[in-house]
């Protein structure tokens, strides 16, 4: 294994102490004395450089020398060919102990120089520093409104920003960190010598990274580390696009006026009478009789009116929480089955029947022509026989299908109208309607006659006060409309409609109802009146009810806002804790190594030893796929030559572990 492999670390590459050996032409002057002693000296003056020393020990060291060596004996020694006598009390450092120390300076000098990992320590922090300010913008923004920014600059485009930032900062002590792993890779023991193209190429960026990568050749778990890290970084940017997000949501509006209809009392402006307990009658003439029927007329072919509210601009959703309401309820049932049919007298031309009824009133109809022609349709209203639950029944005799005469058939409906509680769970509505209305029904029950007097208008009413089994609250609807309406919604409904139309028939308005309720589907009808009469309640101004409420609610905005999605930042910090713990473990390999990096120098300087393989590079062609082709069959290793310089020398293929 390589660079940050499991194998344990072996001892630094120490550097030789022996005088170097005389340059390549002084063994043809080794019989001149003179020379010879030139030389020597030259030897005295020489003081080797330790691999870890900087260029500045080097040149402190040498310029020591220099001051202790006397080279004016060294020329007389070699034009008068006298003995020369080193009178220096300084040596060169050549025993252990002594290059020890001038290691360790060397070294503390390396930790106050700018070439020693000074530029990575900063780029990894200015890295962790952009991360941090990416976290605090996320957190600043996090679930605030778009609007409420204060800066000119949008947080997506500052998080891209540092995010740019970091990156760039980041790929710094990476490339350094792979430059560095490829001289410790060589010194550490022999290697083929494509490796160190692996290595550059890897340093460069993601390609070459991915390409060391796919190379099992080399054994180094941290250089694989930086490799993917280095591959990694490339979805730092699309990870943090994913991070901040504009979304909508609906927000509270201050300041809006948001009301619905409702009902505690019930005094109807059409159905009123000035007698007391309404013994002159149910109703005084009053103009909003005929306001109410057209309301009632409408809502029953379907264009019943829309419950009273506000949701004012710019709202776009209003609410109002549980709230309870008097209202009018109408079921519907299909009694065909339940009734029970008897025959009355019948002629040749007439034949009567009588329909009795589970509930109400039972209908007499004629079911072949008389003089007053066949009978379509029959409806007879009546009070309800219950002392506490008031109300009306309306029972009728109508045809299914009566639009397609080849598929129609009789029906019997029996139709039953009260007071009731309707109890909303929540109402939600826009400018436009209501959206959602959920409600529950309970019916009520009389609960005891009111003489408290009310003065509303010009006369004094009396209460009918009922009470449903889920609330204490009393509920009150005036004596002459606790009957009344039911008697007004009889003279509408309880119609008979015969073919071909009597005359009489032919100029009654009301007549109309009966035409309408023939074709209509009876079910339909029964939920359209239940509706009107309900609305009708709970307005004033539009609707019949004197004592309708308004039940306040809240507005809504449509309000952007910035969404944070957390989980994606984890790449990026990820990516820095990484850098930062490949980084320290960088500088702990290398503690004591050359700090060549990515210098082309170094590998000028350092460049291959091998006069077998400069033999062999004039029969190689001059591209690099035929230098890499040689490379792989070089194995070569970094260490000291005989001169005590740092060199890529030449191995033996079986000398690799």
């Not at 991360?131 to 913008?137: H, R, T």
Request: hydrophobic content about 35%; some cysteine.
């Amino acid at each position: 294994m390589s660079f940050f492999s499991n194998t344990e670390m072996q001892s630094q590459v120490s550097w030789n102490s022996h005088t170097p050996s005389p340059p390549p032409g002084y063994d043809e002057m080794s019989s001149d004395d003179d020379d010879l002693r030139a030389f020597q000296a030259r030897n005295n003056a020489y003081i080797p450089i330790s691999p870890t020393d900087s260029v500045d020990d080097g040149l402190e060291r040498h310029a020591t020398v220099t001051a202790h060596t006397d080279y004016s004996s060294i020329t007389s020694a070699t034009n008068q060919s006298i003995p020369i006598t080193d009178t220096s009390d300084d040596t060169p450092p050549t025993h252990a102990s002594e290059k020890t120390k001038l290691s360790s300076k060397s070294f503390r000098r390396a930790l106050f120089s700018t070439w020693w990992w000074w530029w990575e320590i900063g780029a990894t922090i200015l890295c962790i520093i952009c991360i941090g300010l990416v976290i605090g913008v996320l957190q600043m923004t996090e679930d605030k409104p778009i609007e409420l920014w204060p800066y000119a600059i949008l947080p997506n485009s500052l998080i891209s920003v540092l995010t740019t930032v970091a990156k760039a900062a980041m790929l710094i002590p990476i490339a350094s960190c792979l430059s560095q792993a490829k001289w410790y890779h060589f010194q550490r023991q022999p290697h083929a010598l494509d490796h160190l193209q692996l290595y550059d190429d890897a340093s460069r960026g993601p390609w070459g990274s991915f390409l060391l990568l796919c190379s099992w050749r080399l054994k180094a778990v941290g250089t694989w580390g930086l490799a993917f890290v280095t591959l990694v970084a490339m979805g730092i940017e699309p990870s943090v696009q994913q991070i901040l997000e504009p979304r909508t949501r609906q927000a509270p509006l201050a300041n809006a006026t948001v009301e619905i209809g409702r009902a505690d009392n019930y005094t109807s402006k059409a159905i009123w009478s000035g007698s007391f307990q309404g013994y002159g009658g149910s109703r005084d003439p009053n103009p909003h009789t005929l306001e109410l029927q057209t309301a009632f007329a409408n809502g029953l072919v379907g264009s019943a009116p829309d419950t009273i509210f506000h949701c004012p601009e710019p709202a776009t959703q209003c609410t109002w929480r549980q709230f309870r309401t008097l209202a009018v309820c109408a079921n519907y049932r299909n009694v065909t089955n339940e009734v029970k049919k008897t025959q009355m007298n019948s002629t040749r031309y007439n034949e009567m029947h009588n329909y009795e009824f589970p509930e109400g009133s039972n209908v007499t109809m004629s079911v072949i022509g008389s003089a007053s022609g066949r009978t379509l349709f029959h409806s007879v209203g009546s009070m309800r026989n219950d002392s506490r639950f008031e109300g009306y029944i309306l029972n009728g005799i109508g045809q299914e299908n009566a639009t397609d005469a080849s598929n129609t058939r009789q029906v019997f409906f029996s139709i039953g109208i009260n007071w009731c509680l309707r109890t909303y769970s929540k109402v939600i509505a826009s400018p436009a309607g209501i959206k959602e209305a959920p409600y529950t029904t309970e019916p009520l029950s009389l609960y005891e006659f009111s003489y408290s007097d009310v003065i509303v208008g010009p006369g004094m009413y009396r209460y009918q006060s009922y009470q449903a089994g889920s609330t204490p609250t009393l509920y009150n609807i005036s004596t002459s409309l606790s009957n009344g309406l039911w008697i007004f919604i009889d003279e509408l409904l309880s119609r008979e409609l015969h073919t071909p139309l009597t005359s009489a028939e032919q100029y009654d308005s009301d007549t109309k109802f009966a035409e309408f309720l023939y074709y209509a589907d009876m079910a339909n009808v029964t939920k359209n009146l239940e509706e009107t009469l309900t609305n009708q309640i709970r307005s004033s101004s539009q609707g019949d009810n004197e004592e309708a409420l308004m039940f306040p609610g809240q507005a809504f905005y449509q309000e952007t806002y910035w969404y944070v999605t957390w989980a994606w930042i984890t790449v990026p910090i990820v990516e820095v804790f990484l850098t930062l713990l490949l980084l320290v473990i960088s500088i702990l390999a290398t503690w004591n190594q050359p700090l060549f990096r990515s210098s082309a120098l170094a590998l000028l300087f350092h460049g291959l030893q091998d006069n077998d393989l400069d033999m062999q590079l004039p029969y190689t062609r001059d591209d690099p796929d035929s230098l890499e082709r040689l490379a792989r069959s070089v194995y070569v290793e970094l260490k000291e030559n005989e001169t005590g310089v740092l060199k890529f020398v030449r191995a033996v293929k079986n000398d690799v572990v």
